[in-house]
């Protein structure tokens, strides 16, 4: 069935939905469970097996996977804007996919400063045992022309950053990189893919962790990369047959649930994000507030020119650099669980101590002082998650008053 022209999210309400068989079918994509794919003949075979060889996507096994990997694919392909997209068992193994594919020994990359940080525990425990140079830097102070060496294979960026949501100058990056003839990945897990499209501002490579906001329900993990030339697709498609890299039909069946509402989630979590972040901006003992759509964030000028929206992710400073007020409030949270993912439905707070934002490279540019909150703002009725957060400051004030007393 041909519905012609359509808008983004029309396409990704019906990406991978089965044609009719006589006359009738399902509205969804069927679960397609295998370890064996079988085949009419030997010739059938073979001829699979060669186009496999050539590089093109077709399953001669269950490891590669069959129609619902593949309309996931498509349908995040579709979203991102890309060639060709491999699914990952997480957003981590999507991202090592991606080193592992690109970087050999010898060969350097350079790494934004403030990367998701289990990143760093990659290059330490792999990659620098691969003899893979990582060398960290600081996108929005140093010079990326002046660190690109001739063994620079990769450039490798997170955009906003993972705690306190810097927004990084996407374009001007990828040109310079563009110009020295190195691909730039982006991890694009923020915006879920729908509000930025990092492809079309010139990264070569968007990575998503679906188990965030594509799957968007806290009961998956997932990774996905888009790439954007057949080029990039041989060198991924190399390492992860290589890694066996292979997911459950259930898997991807469930982030092609999540994709058909990520646009009307993500909106909401959007709207009452800005609600939480614009009433912590006038709490007293609030020193500064994280959110790229605050007209007062550092980054929000770029945020309005490359992305459509903000997702759900808040971080706060408290004035006091003693973590005590911090861990009582996070502590007195009701609707706010204790948690470090994100992307679900729910709202999740996570306590970042200084410490923290030290593994995260922030002791190379805007460290706050003390300790950060991190809030994922779920879609749970805003005024309830305010009136949470309202008496976790009053716990928190309780609890700097009995230091000072003491
Ligand atoms: C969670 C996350 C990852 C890793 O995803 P997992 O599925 O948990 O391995 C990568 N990048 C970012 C920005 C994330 O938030």
Partial sequence: MTRGPAGPATRLLHAGTPPLRDGSGPVNVPVVRTSTVRFGSVAAHEDLHRQRSAGERVATYGRHGLDTHRALEDAVTDLEGGHRAFLAPSGLGAISLVLLALLSPGDHALVADSVYAPVRRVDQTLLQRLGIELEYFSPAHEDLAALIRPKTRLVYLESPSS?????????ALAAIARDRGVPLAMDNTWSGGWFHKPLSLGANISIQASTKYIAG???????????????LAAKLATAHEALGLSISADDAYLALRGLRTLPVRLAQHQRHATEVARWLQQQATVARVYYPALPEDAGHALWRRDFSGASGLVSFAFKDSDDRAARAFVDALRHFAIGASWGGYESLALLAPPERLRDHGYWRTQAPAGPVVRLHVGLEDPQDLIADLAQGLEHAARAVDWKNAA
């Fill in 163 to 171: 705690l306190l949501f810097e927004v990084l100058d996407l374009p």
């Fill in 217 to 231: 329900h806290s009961d998956v993990m997932q990774g996905i990369v888009v790439v954007d030339s057949p080029a």
